[in-house]
């Protein structure tokens, strides 16, 4: 195992531009800080494809069934829109989880690659099919993170400088254990290309009722293949994840429109209010109305 490195600078830099607990927006494009200064429940999002390090703290990324736990000194990769389950598992007043989140487009993957082609003939390790992948922040790393967020505090380096550490973090990541994986992303025509293909095909008709034959048909694969390597890649199959991008629609929606559960359910693409409503119930632990009306209060007390 790599030794993880996180210097006292990283962490110094990092609580001074995160002054609020969620996500903290940063002068540079693309990079975000996540905090939070309390241990957390179950909270669902949609990570993008991006790299998270964990500067200080624990917490646990779910899926489905898999568990994904990343501490200080750790980098969780995410190659596509993915569906999940966080929960903060360490953090304190004094001592915040502390979280860096870059966005990592497939194309930049791919340029990268271009470059450096000898990482490309790299086979995935066998446990790295999930379209998530974490591993350990080295040193090399490490030093392209800290120089990034240098770049924090000379906001005239940020476009110049940031493009090409960020660039740099890229190849730093393709040359890890976990590398092979993260490179299929960028190789067309690879399995990992094909279901992000289809990820996004999902989420631009997510409304809608989608023949799923015809999906696996035009990204170039068999249903056979569409549903396994599907599954094994985002941990659930299209179906689930559909259902799970309309839920999380919904909720998105009635905390900024106030609109009732029965009008939102009829807009993400339910033809039934009642099933709506005891999907949404089974996904978040809580009917909607109820789930709304605390989502709202926490938000009034933060």
Do not use: W
Request: net charge negative.
């Amino acid at each position: 195992m790599v030794e993880a490195r996180i210097s006292t600078e990283l962490k110094d830099i990092a609580a001074r531009y995160a002054k609020l607990d969620g996500l903290n927006e940063t002068g540079i494009p693309g990079l975000s800080i996540y905090k939070s200064s309390a241990l957390s429940e179950k909270l669902h999002s949609i990570y993008e494809p991006c790299l998270c390090v964990t500067i200080q703290g624990k917490k646990d990324t779910i899926v489905e069934d898999d568990i994904f736990t990343c501490s200080e000194g750790n980098f969780l990769f995410s190659s596509m829109k993915l569906p999940v389950c966080g929960m903060v598992r360490e953090a304190s007043m004094e001592s915040p989880y502390l979280s860096l989140v870059i966005m990592i487009e497939p194309t930049m993957v791919y340029d990268t690659l271009k470059d450096a082609p000898h990482l490309v003939s790299r086979e995935p390790s066998i446990s790295s099919g999930h379209s998530l992948s974490i591993g350990d922040v080295d040193g090399l790393m490490s030093d392209a993170v800290a120089r990034l967020m240098r770049c924090l505090d000379h906001p005239g380096d940020i476009p110049v400088l940031a493009p090409m550490i960020i660039r740099e973090l890229i190849y730093r990541l393709l040359a890890t254990e976990e590398g092979g994986a993260i490179a299929q992303l960028g190789m067309l025509g690879s399995k990992t290309e094909k279901i992000a293909r289809a990820v996004a095909l999902l989420n631009q008709k997510f409304t809608e009722k989608l023949d799923m034959n015809r999906i696996a048909e035009d990204i170039g694969m068999s249903a056979s293949n569409f549903y396994k390597h599907f599954k094994e890649t985002t941990g659930m199959s299209p179906l689930v994840y559909q259902k799970k991008v309309r839920l999380l629609e919904a909720r998105h929606q009635m905390l900024v429109t106030g609109d009732d559960a029965a009008s939102v359910s009829y807009r993400v693409g339910y033809e039934s209010p009642s099933q709506f409503s005891r999907e949404y119930s089974n996904y978040f632990g809580r009917p909607p109305k109820k789930d709304i009306a605390l989502m709202k209060s926490l938000e009034l007390a933060g």
